[in-house]
């Protein structure tokens, strides 16, 4: 177990996520695992970050949201991480507790090591429990051209699923719902 890193905290907190954003459980017993994902619009030329959406959802929930994606979807994206060669290689080092510093992971795209100050768009992944990080489970950034890539791969069934998941918790700026339609929520 580590210290969560910050960039994982809810904007403009300085503490952990205290509660699933689907049930309502209060995460801070520490009683369950669950996931941050994060989506970031990154103005480069101005170097400020914006948070598009942010949550935290417990394990059981998260698990019930991945029951939702196609099998097709399923099959595609985990041939899709099988051929990644880097990430794999990370995460078998992670694992091995030989891999990068949680800064350097969460510094780039895990799949084409683009620093994230050169990427428009990112999403970020962790896996916590209570006001810790799972060090055994790799913290992930994907840019936007990985983003991208798996949205290829995904069937439509999905994606409307994912773009409902998104709509349902978040709404906001038409301008921003456009931005981020068809891009996938990773849990």
Sequence with gaps: MLDIPEEFYPFESTEPFKECKV??????LG???????KAVKNNIAYQ???????YAICS????????????????NMQAFFSNQQ????KIQAHQQGEGEPIEELLSKCSLHNEPITEMSEYMMLGHFRGDKMIATTMPYILGGRAMDQLSEIMSNETIDEMNRFKNEYFGGPVELEDLWKGKPVFL
Excluded at 60 to 75: G, L, R, T, V
Excluded at 86 to 89: G, K, V, Y
Aim: include cysteine; proline fraction near 0%; charge should be negative.
């Design 23 to 28: 049930c309502g459980l209060d995460l801070s």
């Design 31 to 37: 009683t369950t695992d669950y996931f941050v994902e």
């Design 48 to 54: 400020v970050k914006d948070i598009v959406f942010e």
């Design 60 to 75: 059981a929930c998260a698990q019930n949201m991945q029951q939702s994606i196609s099998k097709e979807s399923m099959q």
């Design 86 to 89: 880097l990430f794999m290689s």
